[in-house]
């Protein structure tokens, strides 16, 4: 028979394993630089001329499945966005700026300038980085308070 863990022990373990995590998810700037990448193509895809946002979009799409698959094979494990609590607001609010940059870049197409795309690709870029990071910190945050 087995003896049930001493629920001090059990927490001290629990307690132990989320600062691993986040000790391991300490990751270098070119994970973010990779991610801004894939992300400006994402959104300045669709206001390419011509065919263009055909090839760009599923070539952004597999760079994202690339990421995860990566970061899978080399820490074990990955995080989905959306998941933790806290953390999940800043991915709502960065989709909600990745989806406005893909409006404007397609707004370029028709009724603004030829090279809207440019901007909002630039936009995403730089907001992929900062909202990745920002992320992070409230993710890594979210784990050292522990579950609620």
Known sequence: MTQDPNP??????????RTGVASVADYPIGYDILYGAVCALLV???GLPGRWPV????VAMA??????????????WWVNGYSPKKARWVAYGL???FLALAFLSVRG????PDWLFLVSGALGFVAAIAGSRLWHVVWRRELAEGPQ
């Open 8 to 17: 001090h022990e059990a927490l001290a373990a629990i307690q132990e394993a």
């Open 95 to 97: 989709g909600a700026v």
């Open 63 to 76: 760079g994202l499945v690339w990421m995860m698959t990566a970061w899978r094979k080399k820490f074990g």
């Open 109 to 112: 197409q028709g009724a603004g």
């Open 44 to 46: 300045a895809g669709p």
């Open 55 to 58: 090839a760009v979009i599923p």
